[in-house]
Nanobody, 123 residues
Framework: QVQLVESGGGLVQAGGSLRLSCAVS??????MGWFRRTPGKEREFVAG????????LVTDSLKGRFAISRDNAKSTMYLQMNAVEPEDAAVYYC??????????????????WGQGTQVTVSS
């Protein structure tokens, strides 16, 4: 019932900006999040947002550079990436919690996942 499709990934120069999108199809509005995975590392939490968009959480190491938002009228969630660093290169995943859920950092709290979109950073 819930489908998530990421887009917007690609090649960006270090110091540049990129905006990722996640199109959401499902019967409810969900608390959602962005995760990323770099080869050789486990998938890590990037940011989360409440079902209505009123609350946002960006992991401490990315605060000030990344921002999460959503436009429920467009059924889309976004990750704005600014001042991109080489260490930000990863596959970025969109994820959704159950309709009753709130923002969580743990992968196990997100039953629905997109296929991922690749972000590559050149220097």
């Amino acid at each position: 019932q819930v489908q998530l499709v990421e887009s917007g990934g690609g090649l960006v120069q270090a110091g540049g900006s990129l905006r990722l999108s996640c199109a959401v199809s499902g019967p409810h509005e969900y608390a959602m999040g962005w995760f990323r995975r770099t080869p050789g590392k486990e998938r890590e939490f990037v940011a989360g947002i409440s079902s209505g968009g009123g609350r946002q959480l960006v992991t401490d190491s990315l605060k000030g550079r990344f921002a999460i938002s959503r436009d429920n009228a467009k059924s889309t969630m976004y990750l704005q990436m600014n001042a991109v660093e080489p260490e930000d290169a990863a596959v970025y995943y969109c994820a959704a919690r159950s309709w009753w859920g709130d923002i969580k950092r743990e992968e196990s709290e997100y039953p629905y996942w997109g296929q991922g979109t690749q972000v590559t950073v050149s220097s």
